[in-house]
């Protein structure tokens, strides 16, 4: 019962009416009534072409594509907490088809991003922002977008294969959003995603799913998210967004001192495991945030910061020297 509560209080920090579907599902849990729940996902939708697409391929098969991904991401329900549908999760899907390699098969990038709101800001902080450049399906128009975590495969390793990366990463998206309200809240949906990455659909033209396929894949970050040697990581979710974000709208330097812990924290990470899937995926997301943060601290606390960043996030050392 401690437990229930503390995660309901932990909930309510995210949204009054949150804190009120939580708590009509508790009571629908002891009295033994079922309880309404929303999809969870507010997904942009996008596919778009280029590279080696057939011109011959009708362009109204890819917007049949966009509504079928559409209704896939938001027409389902992911999880059984309760969203109400101010709360779903803004988050965006930009499919680029680059090759039509024929028989309604076809190769593409494909753009995740997700934000996560701060309390009393009205600002969208980034939790996800990464490029996929595997993705491999088939597609044949107006035939339905089919998934079940219990038979991942499908009958059509090609055309599941979509469906499969689609889920893959929607469950990243809620992991990473409750680890941003809840101590290790992700853990469930990050399992989610390990189930998809141990079933996937397997094939010649398919590829991400394996350890071997690259150092930085699905099969990466899902083992990154679940391995006990960045368990740290997760801390630094809950802490980063809850101590420090929401913090700042109340108390600027207190939130941002949260936010320098996190990064000392994220350095303990680095030092033991560098250049790993999961720190470029963090810092994807979160450079443009941290530069701005801290571009009006205190000379030392800004410095400091700084050479962190720089060390932890090569990509990026440019924009945090700016900082200085």
Not at 15 to 28: D, E, N, V
Not at 143 to 148: A, H, I, K, M, V
Request: glycine share 6%; charged share 20%.
């Amino acid at each position: 019962m401690i437990t229930m509560a503390t995660n309901a209080y932990l909930w309510c920090a995210k949204y009054k009416s949150r804190c009120f579907a939580l708590l009509m599902s508790m009571m629908g849990i002891f009295l033994g009534l079922s309880s309404v729940q929303a999809q969870e996902l507010r997904a942009n939708v996008t596919v778009t072409t280029g590279g080696k697409v057939n011109n011959n391929t009708s362009r109204k098969v890819f917007t049949t594509l966009q509504n079928a991904m559409k209704e896939f991401l938001n027409g389902r329900r992911w999880s059984d907490e309760g969203f109400a549908p101010a709360e779903r999760i803004e988050c965006n899907f930009l499919l680029t088809i680059t090759e039509d390699v024929g028989n309604n098969t076809f190769r593409a990038n494909l753009t995740v991003q997700s934000t996560r709101p701060v309390y009393n800001a009205g600002y969208l902080s980034s939790t996800l922002n990464m490029q996929d450049v595997n993705v491999a399906f088939r597609y044949v128009e107006f035939q339905p977008l089919e998934f079940s975590d219990n038979r991942v495969v499908g009958n059509d390793p090609l055309a599941s294969n979509l469906t499969a990366i689609l889920a893959y990463y929607t469950y990243i998206i809620l992991g990473l959003d409750a680890d941003s309200f809840a101590p290790r809240g992700g853990d469930d949906y990050f399992k989610k995603a390990l189930n998809i990455v141990s079933n996937a659909p397997d094939g010649k033209e398919i590829s991400g799913w394996k350890p071997f396929e690259g150092n930085r894949n699905r099969y990466w970050l899902q083992d990154n998210l679940l391995n006990v040697k960045f368990s740290r990581f997760h801390d630094v979710m809950y802490q980063y967004h809850r101590q420090g974000m929401d913090m700042m709208y109340e108390d600027m330097n207190k939130g941002r001192n949260a936010v320098m812990n996190c990064l000392n924290m994220l350095y303990a990470v680095y030092q033991d495991i560098p250049n790993s899937m999961l720190m470029a995926v963090f810092f994807s997301a979160k450079a443009d945030e941290l530069q701005k943060i801290f571009a009006k601290a205190p000379p030392q606390e800004k410095n400091r910061a700084a050479q962190l960043l720089a060390q932890m996030d090569v990509t990026n050392a440019a924009k945090y020297q700016q900082m200085k």
